[in-house]
């Protein structure tokens, strides 16, 4: 059985493939998360569930990280930081409860596959929607 930290690695993947192929595809996508080894069939099923509502609501999340970094646009974002940051805000808008440790994955997501500057960018936008969330902005 995988920690939530693996299956929170695992729906950012899943994520970037859904960014990568687009939502037709999600049969191959499917295929290629039930081939992760290491994982229940609940977790991979988790992982799928977190990381095609966070392609579904892929449009409230940029229309918010637009107005919060209208410098960095999405087309303009890595394709990793913006799959990290999609998959945190819609984990956010689900439970704000989690809210800290949603935000510290995310930073670790960053630090582990992307840039050095990434990690800040990500902790700085995530940080602005749950001071939103929890009526703190």
Not at 8 to 31: C, H, N, P, S, W
Not at 93 to 108: F, K, L, M, W
Request: charged residues 30%; glycine residues 6%.
């Amino acid at each position: 059985m995988a920690g939530e930290r693996d299956v929170r690695r695992l729906a950012f993947q899943t994520l970037f493939q859904f960014d990568a192929r687009g939502e037709g595809d999600a049969d191959a996508i499917r295929v290629l998360l039930d081939a992760e080894e290491g994982f229940t069939h609940a977790e991979r099923q988790r992982a799928f569930d977190m990381a095609r509502g966070a392609f579904a609501s892929r449009a409230a999340s940029d229309v918010e990280f637009q107005a919060l970094a209208p410098d960095w646009p999405v087309h303009r974002q890595a394709a990793v930081d913006r799959a990290i940051l999609r998959l945190s805000h819609y984990l956010l808008e689900c439970d704000p409860s989690v809210g800290p440790r949603t935000i510290d994955a995310a930073v670790e997501l960053a630090k582990e596959f992307s840039t050095d500057r990434s990690p800040a960018f990500v902790n700085a936008l995530l940080d602005k929607v749950y001071q939103r969330l929890i009526g703190g902005a």
